[in-house]
């Protein structure tokens, strides 16, 4: 695994360094909630840190990943360690109680005991109490890991009994190399790594062909917009809203549209800037030489108002020609 150490320092510096400490200086606490983002490595790190407070044989603060632990823990079969994942929608009280029974009940095993919960903001009232209880008065030598996406679902009171470790967002250089590796273009993965911070969410991005469709549609409209309002208008009524029938469809496009403009801006500060769409970067010098920041900014704050009375489900086809009107202001043409 020193690779895969590596890798996970690269990734979340700052928690591994966090949970290295931890076990270093012996201060491992009772719970803690591994809050981030998905694809941020919540997962791969909390077996991390298991591995480390039950390998036999660490070594500068890493597991050895040889001994009898670190293969149980591998393979899910040390007797000390308990995953949970929801059942169905929640984490349910009858999986909370076998959990804290299995926790408590003498086991064959000596040493520390550590249960995971899996999207612990999913514990229904009744199974979130019940776990409050036993954090509250865990018996013998237990560690709680609750792995969330959304922090501010979870009880205050489970909060308040837990050390908070905060995942940062991957960077995006190492999601735009993962893409690669998996054989994504450079274009596409500079596009869906904006779109996301999951790698998984990003390679389903990058090969579905909706989303590529989505892409074409919002390229040809902002090279249509800056020629001539009435084209652009063409484009709206002939390919942008029969292809975006779903207001989830629309968002995108709308949040797609808004990164080529945010490019545009990016490449009048300064040309050398890392794009959202890497492909049209001569296009983006050309409109960048003919417009003003000004000019820019109201063009964004034009589409962000779009996307805000999508909200408000104000009809499609007069949000996009309001648009249309808003954006061609933009240009001066030469």
């Known amino acids: 695994m020193a690779g895969n150490v590596e890798e996970l320092k690269v990734i979340q510096p700052v928690v591994m360094k966090q949970l290295q400490t931890i076990f270093e200086k012996n201060r491992t606490g009772h719970a803690y909630i591994f809050d981030g983002e998905k694809g941020t490595g919540k997962r791969d790190i909390a077996i991390f840190f298991i591995k480390l407070l039950l390998c036999l044989n660490p070594s500068k603060n890493v597991p050895c990943e040889t001994c009898r632990n670190c293969k149980r823990i591998d393979s899910g079969n040390h007797p000390n360690v308990k995953q949970l994942e929801p059942d169905g929608q929640f984490i349910k009280i009858d999986q909370i109680r076998d959990l804290i029974s299995g926790m408590t009940k003498t086991s064959i095993e000596e040493g520390r005991k550590i249960y995971v ?3 612990a903001d999913r514990l229904n009232t009744s199974s979130a109490n019940t776990l409050l209880k036993f954090l509250e008065e865990p018996e013998g030598d237990v560690t709680a890991l609750l792995l ?5 679902s979870i009880l205050p009171t489970i909060q308040s009994r837990c050390q908070h ?4 967002s991957i960077p995006r250089e190492i999601l735009l190399k993962q893409l690669q590796e998996q054989g994504i273009t450079f274009s596409m993965a500079s596009t869906v790594s904006m779109v996301t911070n999951s790698i998984e969410t990003a390679i389903s991005l990058a090969n579905n062909e909706q989303f590529a469709h989505t892409r074409k549609t919002v390229l040809k409209l902002v090279e249509t917009v800056r020629k001539n309002v009435h084209e652009a208008l ?3 009524y ?3 809203i029969p292809s975006f029938k779903e207001k989830e469809e629309m968002e995108q496009a709308l949040d797609l549209l808004l990164f080529a403009y945010r490019d545009i801006v990016a490449i009048k500060a300064n040309p ?3 794009c959202t769409y890497p492909d049209m970067l001569q296009s983006w010098k050309e409109q960048a030489l003919q417009t003003t920041y000004d000019r820019l900014s109201n063009q964004m704050q034009a589409i962000l108002q779009a996307r805000q009375n999508l909200g408000r489900n104000m009809n499609r086809t007069l949000m996009m020609e309001q648009l249309m009107l808003n954006l061609q202001e933009g240009y001066t043409f030469v």
């Open 238 to 240: 002939e390919d942008w």
């Open 165 to 168: 470790i905060k995942f940062a």
């Open 148 to 152: 969330t996406e959304s922090y501010q």
């Open 234 to 236: 063409l484009v709206v």
């Open 117 to 119: 919960l899996h999207h």
């Open 272 to 274: 050398e800037s890392s």
